[in-house]
Nanobody, 126 residues
Framework: QVQLVESGGGLVQPGGSLRLSCAAS????????MGWFRQAPGKEREFVAS????????NYADSVKGRFTVSRDNYKKTVYLQMNSLKPEDTAVYYC???????????????????WGQGTQVTVSS
């Protein structure tokens, strides 16, 4: 099973930027659909963004659309989440996840993913 390791979290002021990275262990990384989710204290894990294996298609939660950008480098087996114009409500633990492809999946639901990283904390505060 693919193993995922996130990095890049931290403390940033409102309006600032961060870039999260998620490195995968498997050579078959390019076959996985990759997703980013986040979970704030006392809340359920929520979808942030997803990207197909060829990077031909991306999807975003309405709350981050226009501010966040998901990308991937299949050669480096890494997926990225560029976060701009950060807001205090973006504060959460951010997780990357990997899913095998199926036409029946939406990739918005955590249970559709097969592997998860350990998470990285993002705190937006002045």
């Amino acid at each position: 099973q693919v193993q995922l390791v996130e990095s890049g979290g931290g403390l940033v002021q409102p309006g600032g930027s961060l870039r999260l990275s998620c490195a995968a262990s498997e050579q078959t990384f390019s076959t996985y659909v990759m997703g980013w989710f986040r979970q704030a204290p006392g809340k359920e894990r929520e979808f942030v963004a997803s990207i197909m294996w060829s990077a031909s298609s991306t999807n975003y939660a309405d709350s981050v659309k226009g501010r966040f950008t998901v990308s991937r480098d299949n050669y480096k087996k890494t997926v990225y989440l560029q976060m701009n114009s950060l807001k205090p409500e973006d504060t959460a633990v951010y997780y990357c996840a990997a899913a095998t492809y199926s036409r029946r999946k939406t990739y918005y639901i955590p249970s559709e993913y097969d592997a998860w990283g350990q998470g990285t904390q993002v705190t937006v505060s002045s």
